[in-house]
């Protein structure tokens, strides 16, 4: 391998390194200690003075030696004298045979030590004191070993490795057993098995020895009679010519084994040619790698139905040492398969014993027998008939288990989204909350887990009718009473048939109602005649064209004719026109029953202004409105109920009452315009009434939020603040007590506050933007004036460019239109104008120094210089002009010097100005 790979052990320490390639392992080993002449740390980790390290390769443990001699490397040995104080052999071998192993034929002082996860042990032996009388030392042991001898001294060490045997590993044995060749020495327990080994030459003798191998069956050692021995065959293998050799019988082993205890088999061999140790004899050992039998399973994808093909599953467990690779089926009907996975379908109902014997790669067979039950399929069947809407069907289940099972398990599925799992045969009920065809089916299992076919059926099903009929009011003089049928029906059929029953109740009433004739107990509106008053039941059963039939009931009650009418009139003694009248019902019955129909006649002048009440009841509340008039003061009206009983004239009676209803208000009142927050308290005009009217005293009158007059509708909006709406109610009331009154809304808008700030300076040519120090308000609007200079004359903030000096006012609206104005000025600084020459002469022309336009900047500062920097003049502002004197004296004709700074964003200005006389 090409793989480079370094570990660094602490000691003591064993590893053992394991590759499926061949690969070579060195051992790398210090001296004892450093060298004292290298520095304490070493430049770039490089010391002057290395030392001397040993490097050793190890030899693999199946490349072993049984005997060899080693010479440790003495000090005195050969000139000039080393170093080396201390000596050593270290030794592998298996751990069975670490008893034999004698050095200079004594058995090792050292102790050995067992290789974790192995079956190898180690020996570190100090052979320091035995070197001083004889370097030379002796191994040798009945079991191969490896071996490296090395000593250690002050920066000194030395190293090698005690020898090997190489051996070709090329070789490979063969294991044949009953159902396949394997290179390999890999067998199972009681599996029968021959095997042959080759060799690169033909020995003169050989001697197969089992003694290692104590679950080998025979177990006795094999010894060829003829020399040299004879081959089985040969074959030619990357040369030179292999030769196999077999002990010509056959074995097995009887139990398992361990990679820790191998089942080993030795092979002895002579030679008249030595090898490359100079023997002429050799060991072979063969560990042979013996597995427990497969511990065969199979699975299947059946439940045990004879309908459906049998899936069959391997399911052996190798314990993850082999493969299964084929298997021997015996399905207990004489029929056989080599598939590994195969399908079988069985044709009668039985129960069949199954042989399955799978093979895996090593020739291991495993073998297990399963009882396994088939039969055929049951068969689902019900019968069931057509049915009603909303009524219960009865399902009735007929199907059949065959002969040797019985059925386990009924899955229904009724067609409209409900579905059963049973577990007992038992009719069913079902019942269906919409018409239409239906399809119910039935799937049925044995207790083998077969499932049958699915059965079904369809049935349809019909609407029931909606039955009704419409109860008639009477009393005992009514003399036909008449039942009025309502029944509907989904498919609009209507071809129904009746029964009706006019007593039903339990027990019948005495003397009973008497049909008028005797198809009214099967007509569609029946004509009965009731002579006792009582509470009577009324059935009818209405059938539908296709069968479906309902019955319903209703208690029915034939009133006495002896009704007592009555109401009281409510809200007092005072009625207003624009207000509803109301009457509490306290009509009775004088004997049985109850008032079936109050007609309640609001002006018996006109019959129109009627209420028909058809279930009334007692103390119920009925309530009318009558015109509302402003003129004349009052009018009259007399209000009529009428009591009824039942249908026929002598059941009713009437009362009569007479009111007067006056004259009501009239107010109108229109639409409030809106009001600023800072606005002066304002009247509200909009609302107005009827002055035919009259008035009761202190109405009219205004309430609500920010009324401060109620009278006058004085509304003040400090009272409440911007916001709204806020509602204003105007109320009418008549010397009478009647009343009217209506509601508007008035919003009360923000005043917008306004200040534009401090007036603005703009340098001549210049631009300056004027920004509102405060603005405040809702949906503001602005407007400039004048535009003059301005960028825009509606903008929040405008950009000015003046020529001249300026004065701007800004008006703000707001919402309700309410407006906030204020104004500021912009000053254009002009650039100074300085002359160079004046003349204080007190001619009066040009006696003083004047700046044009200095004026304008008030902070400025002026200095004046004469050549000598003597400063002549200073001023802060320049509201006095220079007359060309310094200390009260005037100052000579000469050029003298200023320095102006003007401040608000000027340069400053410096140059000379010359005094002339």
Known sequence: MNIKMQMELPMPLSLLINADKPIEVIQYMTSLNCDSRNPAQCPNNKCPFPGDPEI????????????????????????????????????????????????????????????????????????????????????????????IAYGMGWVESYGYNA??????????????????????????????????????????????????????????????????????SATSFRNPILYYFSPQQTFLFTHSNTPALRDTIKLYTTSSTPDGCGSLEQLFQIPVKVMDLPQANFTTNNSGCLIDSVHFFDATNTNGESIVEK????????????????????????????????ITNYGCIGDTTIRKSFTD???????????????????????????????????????????????????????????????????????????SKLFKKTIQIKPLPDPGFILPEVCQNDAVTQFLDTTKISDNSNNFTYEWNFNAGIPGIIPGPVPITISDLTTKNPKVTYTKPANYIVTEKVTSA????IIISQPFTVNGSNSNPDFEVLNGNTFCSNQMVSIRNKS????????TRLDIYWDTNDLTKKTSIETPYFDSIYSFSYSNFQSPISKNYTIRLVAFSGSAVSCKKSLEKTITVFQSPKVSFGMIPGICSNDQPRLIKEASYDTNVPNAIGSPFYSGNGISNSLTGLFDPSITGAGGPFMIKYVSISDKGCRDSLSQSIVVSQTPVLELGPNKVVLENGQVTITPQIVQGNNLKYIWSPSTYLNSNTVSEPISSPKSDITYQLLVSGDGNCTATDSISVKVLFAPLIPNAFSPNGDGVND???????????????????????????????????????????????????????????????????IIK
């Not at 296709?546 to 039939?549: D, K, N, T």
Request: glycine residues 6%; contains cysteine; aromatic residues 12%.
């Open 56 to 147: 050793v390769t190890i030899n693999p443990l199946e490349q072993t030696i049984s005997n060899v001699t080693v010479v440790s490397a003495r000090k005195d040995l050969t000139p000039p004298n080393t170093n080396i104080d201390f000596h050593y052999i270290n030794v592998i071998m298996k751990t069975v045979f670490t008893s034999s192993l004698k050095i200079d034929n004594a058995s090792p002082t050292g102790n050995w030590i067992p290789i974790p996860n192995s079956i190898y042990s180690y020996l570190q032996e100090d052979v320091t004191n035995s070197t001083l009388n004889n370097p030379s030392h002796n191994l040798h042991a009945d079991d191969g070993f490896i071996a």
């Open 163 to 232: 020898g090997t045997n190489v051996r070709d590993f090329t070789q490979s044995i063969a294991f044949q057993n009953p159902y396949k060749r394997i290179d390999s020495a890999i067998t199972c327990v009681n599996t029968a098995f021959k095997f042959s080994f080759p060799l690169n030459f033909i020995p003169s003798s050989i001697k197969w020895d089992f003694s290692a191998a104590p679950n080998i069956v025979p177990n006795t050692t094999i010894i060829p009679s003829s020399s040299p021995v004879l081959y089985d």
């Open 327 to 358: 298997a021997i089926w015996d399905f207990g009907d004489n029929t056989f398969d080599s598939i590994l996975n195969p399908v079988k379908k069985y044709l009668f109902s039985n129960t069949y014993l199954i042989r399955f014997r799978p």
């Open 377 to 451: 399929f049951p068969i689902a069947q019900f019968t069931v008939l057509d049915g009603c809407k909303n009524q219960a069907i009865k399902i009735t289940d007929h199907s059949n288990a065959v002969t040797g099972s019985t059925i386990v398990k009924w899955y229904w599925d009724y067609g409209n989204g409900t579905k059963d799992t049973l577990a007992t045969n038992q009719s069913r009920s079902i019942t269906y909350l919409d018409t239409g065809s239906v399809t119910i089916s039935l799937i049925v299992e044995s207790n083998s887990g077969c499932l």
């Open 546 to 549: 296709s069968g479906c039939a």
């Open 588 to 595: 009775t019955m004088i004997d049985f029953g109850n008032v």
């Open 848 to 914: 003083t120094w004047k700046i044009q336009y200095l004026e304008s900047y008030p902070g400025a500062t002026i200095d004046v210089f004469n050549r000598y920097g003597q400063k002549v003049f200073a001023s802060v502002g320049y509201q006095t002009e220079w007359d060309g004197n310094f200390n009260g004296k005037p100052l000579p004709v000469a050029v003298y010097y200023y320095i102006i700074n003007p401040k608000n964003g000027r340069p400053i200005f410096s140059g000379s100005v010359t």
